[in-house]
T-cell receptor, first 111, second 112 residues
Framework: KQEVTQIPAALSVPEGENLVLNCSFTDSAIYNLQWFRQDPGKGLTSLLLIQSSQREQTSGRLNASLDKSSGRSTLYIAASQPGDSATYLCAVTGNTGKLIFGQGTTLQVKP | DAGVTQSPTHLIKTRGQHVTLRCSPISGHKSVSWYQQVLGQGPQFIFQYYEKEERGRGNFPDRFSARQFPNYSSELNVNALLLGDSALYLC???????????FGQGTRLTVV
């Protein structure tokens, strides 16, 4: 049974800092891994999708990596801003097509 | 181009009642999935539909049912509501079942 874990559960950093969010999964047989952002009480915004054959994806100040063999992904946020404050969720998709989510990391960027 | 739209955005129901939630996918997307998110947790998979057929079902009781219409929109129905059904219900659409998923803003259901 696939399980996804995100550490830490919460993170507070000063504005301008570079930071890394971690995601681990127990079954390496995944089709893809997706990172989402969720603002309080809102839906999920897709940030990056990494196919199982890829090692990383970049979008602006965000860079996500994937190491299937070790069951790990990281989301790197460069030069963090207060507007980056949100909960970040990672999710993996296997052959069933359903997304299996971690519990999320709640990020606070202080001005 | 419109994203995934869900209605209603908020809903208050009484225990024992029935509720129907609606979702319109992104134009051209044939796969719709439903997720339940309780406070402080990641979303949990409820159903996936692809080309109007149920492709997967999560670990939810039979009180939960769904369907997908010919225009690929979808409904999630919950019967005999319990207090524990209070949650944010999220709909996701994708081009096909294993591609990037895009979520709607969710329906906040409160059962009193």
């Amino acid at each position: 049974k696939q399980e996804v874990t995100q550490i830490p559960a919460a993170l507070s950093v000063p504005e301008g800092e570079n930071l890394v969010l971690n995601c681990s999964f127990t079954d390496s047989a995944i089709y893809n891994l997706q990172w989402f952002r969720q603002d309080p009480g809102k839906g999920l915004t897709s940030l990056l999708l990494i196919q199982s054959s890829q090692r990383e994806q970049t979008s602006g100040r965000l860079n996500a990596s994937l190491d299937k063999s070790s069951g790990r992904s990281t989301l790197y946020i460069a030069a963090s801003q207060p507007g980056d404050s949100a909960t970040y969720l990672c999710a993996v998709t296997g052959n069933t097509g359903k997304l299996i989510f971690g519990q999320g990391t709640t990020l606070q960027v202080k001005p | 181009d419109a994203g995934v739209t869900q209605s209603p955005t908020h809903l208050i129901k009484t225990r024992g009642q029935h509720v129907t939630l609606r979702c319109s996918p992104i134009s051209g997307h044939k796969s719709v999935s439903w997720y339940q998110q309780v406070l402080g947790q990641g979303p949990q998979f409820i159903f996936q539909y692809y080309e109007k057929e149920e492709r997967g079902r999560g670990n939810f009781p039979d009180r939960f049912s769904a369907r997908q219409f010919p225009n690929y929109s979808s409904e999630l129905n919950v019967n005999a509501l319990l207090l524990g059904d209070s949650a944010l219900y999220l709909c996701a659409s994708s081009l096909v079942w294993d591609r990037e998923a895009f979520f709607g803003q969710g329906t906040r259901l409160t059962v009193v």
